[in-house]
């Protein structure tokens, strides 16, 4: 079975702070996302990458950015978190050509 | 992508066959219908997915109607662990966004 791997189910960080959201998946797949999801308003696309080094935004990237230097991984970055980051981030894999994504378990992000 | 439209919440018995239906009626002739759900805390889970023909798989099973502007996702005996928001999802091949919906609240009762 895909597995995919985030780093942390819980965390916890201050205003202003940076943070690093890591994701790690072990069926080789090319492609790789970041999602939020919040009450309310479902789950949105904030970067997805397609191959190693490549990235594009999605729908909401504002205050965000990422990172794929091994296929495996895909790293999200706060560089400034703020309250309004507060929020369940989730990771998903597929391979190419195929639009079925394997998600991780989530990190629930708070910022104080 | 098609737009999908899906009742906000379910009860069902446990033990008995969980009937979740979706319409995509503006859905093209390209798009697949995809099903995931999620368990409450954890990340969406993939079920099915079907152009036309009605399929199974060891999870549930997928009936499309023949002009494909609805489906219906089939748990033939829920479980208790079966409580989850399922979602609906009509999507074209190629690119990369997967839309998520509201879904449907499903509470399978014991």
């Known amino acids: 079975d895909v597995k995919v791997t985030q780093s942390s189910r819980y965390l916890v960080k201050r205003t202003g702070e940076k943070v690093f959201l890591e994701c790690v998946q072990d069926?080789?797949?090319?492609?790789m996302f970041w999602y939020r999801q919040d009450p309310g308003l479902g789950l949105r696309l904030i970067y997805f990458?397609?191959?190693?080094?490549?990235?594009e935004k999605g729908d909401i990237p504002e205050g965000y950015s990422v990172s794929r230097e091994k296929k495996e991984r895909f790293s999200l970055i706060l560089e400034s978190a703020s309250t309004n980051q507060t929020s369940m981030y989730l990771c998903?894999?597929?391979?190419?050509?195929?639009?079925?994504?394997?998600f991780g378990s989530g990190t629930q992000l708070s910022v104080l | 992508d098609a737009k999908t439209t899906q009742p906000t919440s379910m009860d069902c018995a446990e033990g008995r066959a969980a009937n979740l239906p979706c319409n995509h009626s503006?859905?093209?002739?390209?798009?697949?219908v995809y099903w995931y759900r999620q368990i409450h805390s954890q990340g969406p889970q993939y079920i099915i997915h079907?152009?036309?023909n009605n399929e199974t798989n060891e999870m549930a099973s997928l009936i499309i109607t023949e002009d494909r502007k609805s489906s219906t996702l089939i748990l033939p005996h829920a479980t208790l662990r079966d409580t989850a928001v399922y979602y609906c999802?009509?999507?074209?091949?190629?690119?990369?966004?997967?839309?998520f919906g509201a879904g449907t609240r499903l509470f399978v009762k014991a």
């Open positions: 999802i009509a999507r074209n091949t190629g690119g990369f966004k997967t839309i």
């Open positions: 503006t859905i093209s002739g390209n798009e697949y």
């Open positions: 069926m080789d797949h090319e492609n």
């Open positions: 998903a894999s597929s391979p190419s050509g195929n639009e079925k994504l394997f």
């Open positions: 079907g152009l036309k």
């Open positions: 990458s397609y191959d190693v080094k490549m990235k």
